[in-house]
């Protein structure tokens, strides 16, 4: 998803620690997708309950926010709002290429090539309503605010960021950037360790700076912008040909966009105009928001996960003890938190 800088900018990594006592907002689409990818079970098949309906987005939720909070970082979930028209190719190409992985992973699930099939079963994920809704409301029991965009939840949590409203933005995506937040935090939810093709890596938290990338590649936020749409973003096609360092190369030589236009070897083949993508990167739709940390309502999580999704009570009321735990060194609990 989105343009990846990660040939070009080298992540500082960071322990838990280093974000002690701050509040991130976290791209919600980007991470439940991230759950419903990787919380499966060995055959690719996602976590379920007897009836059928999907519960690994509930599971990151519930476990990965507690150890968040354990460690006194204070995540605030942001949606998506309306899809802008920029999007809808993309987000066609996205279901297209679900459903192509989905067939796969069935047919090597049946073949009994288990590891081929967990692979494909982690790019089929796909994220309904339903998921979204009681996901908000499992955030609500949990404390945690979350605040709805008018457009890409991606653009508000960069706005946010930019406004000094948050510490940073947590996300896998480096679209935030190009957005303008000023601090990205990556694998801010991501489990310990992650599977590789040889085995299990240890995941480690990457902080990234915008003005530390922008110095670094001695270019300016618009010139990123315009890098960013030569390799390809959510909202257009990439320029054939033109890599990451060649990318770079082109801007440096080019500091506007229409300089980059008249370039012969630049040719954006999206149905998108480039000036289009280019502004909405600048000036997305975003609003001023309001949000407030609160006290965990305990029955209510007893009765999401266990009572509805049929959670094992045992774990989760221990996790609530952690939960609980991680509260009682604030006097007034989570609502002190704006």
């Keep these: 998803m989105g343009v990846n800088l990660g040939e070009l900018v080298e992540p500082e990594e960071i322990e838990f620690s280093d974000l002690n006592d701050r509040v991130v907002a976290v791209d919600a689409m980007n991470t439940l997708y991230q759950f419903l990818s990787i919380i499966r079970q060995r055959d690719g098949t996602p976590l379920k309950d007897s009836d059928g309906n999907i519960t690994s987005h509930l599971s990151g939720l519930f476990y990965r926010n507690i150890n968040l909070l354990e460690k006194n970082i204070r995540p605030v979930y942001v949606f998506d709002g309306a899809m802008p028209d920029l999007k809808q190719k993309e987000s066609s190409e996205r279901r297209r290429k679900r459903e192509e992985a989905k067939k796969e992973w069935k047919k ?28 908000k409301e499992l955030l609500d029991a949990m404390g945690i605010p979350w605040i709805q965009a008018s457009s890409e939840g991606e ?89 990451p360092k060649k990318g770079l190369k082109k801007v440096k030589e080019h500091k506007d966009l229409d300089s980059l236009l008249n370039d012969e070897e630049v040719e954006f083949e999206s149905d998108n105009s480039p000036e289009a993508v280019f502004d909405f990167f600048m000036n997305p739709p975003v609003e001023e928001v309001d949000f407030s940390f609160e006290d965990p309502k305990n029955d209510k999580i007893r009765d999401i996960l266990v009572e509805k999704r049929e959670f094992s009570l045992e774990r989760v009321n221990s996790k609530i003890k952690d939960l609980d735990k991680a509260l009682e060194s604030r006097q007034s609990g989570l609502g002190s938190f704006t």
Excluded at 115 to 123: G, I, L, P, R, V
Excluded at 162 to 185: I, K, N, T
């Design 108 to 135: 090597l699930k049946e073949e009994g090539k288990i590891s081929e099939a967990y692979s494909k079963a982690t790019q089929s994920s796909k994220l309904t309503g339903d998921m979204i809704e009681e996901s």
């Design 155 to 243: 653009a508000q949590a960069a706005y946010m960021a930019s406004q000094g409203e948050v510490y940073a933005v947590g996300s896998q995506d480096w679209d935030c950037l190009l957005f303008g937040a000023d601090r990205m935090v990556r694998n801010l939810t991501s489990s310990k360790t992650q599977k590789t093709p040889t085995g299990r890596k240890k995941v480690k938290q990457e902080r990234i700076e915008l003005v530390t990338v922008l110095q670094d590649l001695d270019i300016s936020r618009e010139q990123l912008i315009m890098l960013g749409m030569l390799m390809g973003t959510d909202f257009n096609d990439g320029v054939h040909g033109i890599g």
